[in-house]
């Protein structure tokens, strides 16, 4: 048998022409848009490189010895290939006849050094205090989703929350591909496995999600929500599986929710909109949302509480902290800051049971909303936004 490190050299081998891409901590993103076209990404720009493949043909062996690597099978019938290299950076590739000027190839690249919390402070993703809220969040189990656009940076954030998961909790990490990487001793990564090339063997997050549960976790971790699946989080959360965490694709706070509900209507059993309503604004309950900037970086720019569903009003949400923008500075850098908006959510009667104050920029946030009469003296405000 082929030790698995000459087979990896021999595969990255086929990937010579990107190879320094493959390399270099600095690149995010690596695109391929046929043999003669391939861009970068850095901190959120894209620059045109000069690296080239010799052929199409050379750039379609690449991707079937990969294909074969991860025991999968591309041609003309199945022209769609998601794999990962033997790093784990995550490989997207539509292939001809389905991409006629292709291949097309888009690989995320896979960071084994993990983003802390502090690190995205520093980076100016959030504020100290909006951090600690979410430690607190996380630490009183609960359910969280992140939400943003690609490549706004959810799975970084995810991965940084779970390093607030108390070290003797069991996590269990369901995936489509591997790219969560929790911070805790006492892990579970199952990942998802399309069919083979005769159709057999799929297994689906729906599966693992099932089969999670009889597992005892004491936190379920899903790396994205899709599709139906969004139904099994959703009444896992409201049946006593507290601390979930998910990443969704939205573009804001309110958004996430119709986005879930969206999601839950595509499972195979049908529930009244009322209802799936009801469940989904009890499930959730607190919304992280995530974006990329006009000048490439990615920051927090909400932390809402989702407070419930009102039939004639719709699903009812509060900005805990929210992203003010104030201009560019001479080089285009966006000019923000994250700022407590005076809610205090009601969360808090949790987090003081477990013994933890909220953050002073929340009260004093709350103390001048109330002088200007924004929200009443609990600092609660009685209507629903979704940033």
Not at 204 to 227: W, Y
Not at 253 to 271: Q, V, W
Not at 293 to 301: A, F, I, K, Q, Y
């Given at each position: 048998m082929i030790p698995r490190d000459v087979f990896d050299q021999t595969l990255l081998q086929f990937f010579a022409p990107i190879r320094p891409f493959l390399d270099d901590p600095t690149v995010s993103e690596v695109m391929i848009n046929g043999p003669d076209q391939i861009y970068i990404e850095?901190?959120?720009?894209?620059?045109?490189?000069?690296?080239?493949?010799?052929?199409?043909?050379?750039?379609?062996?690449?991707?079937?010895n990969l294909a074969q690597f991860v025991g999968r099978h591309v041609d003309e019938h199945r022209p769609i290939l998601e794999a990962r290299?033997?790093?784990?950076?995550?490989?997207?590739?539509?292939?001809?006849?389905?991409?006629?000027?292709?291949?097309?190839?888009?690989?995320?690249?896979?960071?084994?050094?993990?983003l802390?919390?502090?690190?995205?402070?520093?980076?100016?993703?959030?504020?100290p205090e909006a951090g600690e809220f979410l430690r607190q969040v996380i630490l009183v189990k609960e359910n969280t989703i992140v939400a943003?656009?690609?490549?706004?940076?959810?799975?970084?954030?995810?991965?940084?929350?779970?390093?607030?998961?108390?070290?003797?909790?069991?996590?269990?990490?369901?995936?489509?591909?591997?790219e969560v990487q929790p911070q805790q001793p006492h892990i579970v990564q199952l990942e998802a496995r399309p069919p083979d090339a005769r159709g057999r063997g799929a297994v689906s997050i729906r599966d693992?999600?099932?089969?999670?549960?009889?597992?005892?976790?004491?936190?379920?971790?899903?790396?994205?929500?899709?599709?139906?699946?969004?139904?099994?989080?959703?009444?896992?959360?409201?049946?006593?599986?507290?601390?979930?965490?998910?990443?969704?694709?939205a573009t804001y706070p309110m958004d996430t929710l119709n986005r879930l509900e969206t999601m839950c209507l595509m499972s195979d059993i049908?529930?009244?909109?009322?209802?799936?309503?009801?469940?989904?604004?009890?499930?959730?309950?607190?919304?992280?949302?995530?974006?990329?900037?006009r000048d490439g970086s990615r920051c927090v720019t909400h932390i809402s509480e989702v407070q419930g569903y009102d039939p004639d009003k719709g699903y009812r949400v509060e900005d805990v902290f929210v992203r003010r923008y104030h201009g560019e500075d001479a080089s285009g850098k966006v000019l923000s800051t994250f700022e407590a908006t005076g809610f205090v959510p009601h969360c808090t009667e949790t987090i003081q049971g477990h013994g933890l104050r909220l953050p002073?920029?929340?009260?004093?946030?709350?103390?001048?909303?109330?002088?200007?009469?924004?929200?009443?003296?609990?600092?609660?405000?009685?209507?629903?936004?979704?940033?």
């Amino acid at each position: 048998m082929i030790p698995r490190d000459v087979f990896d050299q021999t595969l990255l081998q086929f990937f010579a022409p990107i190879r320094p891409f493959l390399d270099d901590p600095t690149v995010s993103e690596v695109m391929i848009n046929g043999p003669d076209q391939i861009y970068i990404e850095r901190k959120g720009r894209l620059t045109l490189t000069q690296a080239r493949f010799t052929s199409q043909e050379a750039l379609v062996a690449a991707l079937r010895n990969l294909a074969q690597f991860v025991g999968r099978h591309v041609d003309e019938h199945r022209p769609i290939l998601e794999a990962r290299l033997p790093d784990g950076s995550r490989v997207e590739a539509v292939l001809p006849p389905a991409a006629p000027g292709g291949p097309y190839v888009a690989i995320r690249r896979f960071f084994r050094e993990t983003l802390t919390i502090e690190r995205l402070v520093g980076f100016g993703s959030f504020s100290p205090e909006a951090g600690e809220f979410l430690r607190q969040v996380i630490l009183v189990k609960e359910n969280t989703i992140v939400a943003g656009g690609t490549g706004s940076g959810k799975t970084s954030l995810l991965n940084a929350l779970t390093g607030f998961i108390p070290a003797d909790d069991r996590v269990v990490v369901i995936e489509d591909s591997q790219e969560v990487q929790p911070q805790q001793p006492h892990i579970v990564q199952l990942e998802a496995r399309p069919p083979d090339a005769r159709g057999r063997g799929a297994v689906s997050i729906r599966d693992l999600f099932k089969a999670t549960l009889r597992m005892r976790p004491d936190r379920i971790v899903v790396g994205e929500i899709r599709s139906g699946e969004a139904l099994d989080l959703v009444q896992a959360m409201t049946s006593g599986h507290g601390g979930c965490m998910a990443t969704v694709h939205a573009t804001y706070p309110m958004d996430t929710l119709n986005r879930l509900e969206t999601m839950c209507l595509m499972s195979d059993i049908a529930l009244p909109l009322h209802a799936l309503r009801a469940q989904i604004a009890s499930a959730v309950d607190v919304i992280v949302q995530t974006s990329r900037l006009r000048d490439g970086s990615r920051c927090v720019t909400h932390i809402s509480e989702v407070q419930g569903y009102d039939p004639d009003k719709g699903y009812r949400v509060e900005d805990v902290f929210v992203r003010r923008y104030h201009g560019e500075d001479a080089s285009g850098k966006v000019l923000s800051t994250f700022e407590a908006t005076g809610f205090v959510p009601h969360c808090t009667e949790t987090i003081q049971g477990h013994g933890l104050r909220l953050p002073d920029a929340i009260y004093e946030a709350a103390r001048r909303a109330e002088f200007e009469g924004r929200y009443p003296a609990d600092g609660r405000g009685g209507h629903g936004h979704g940033g």
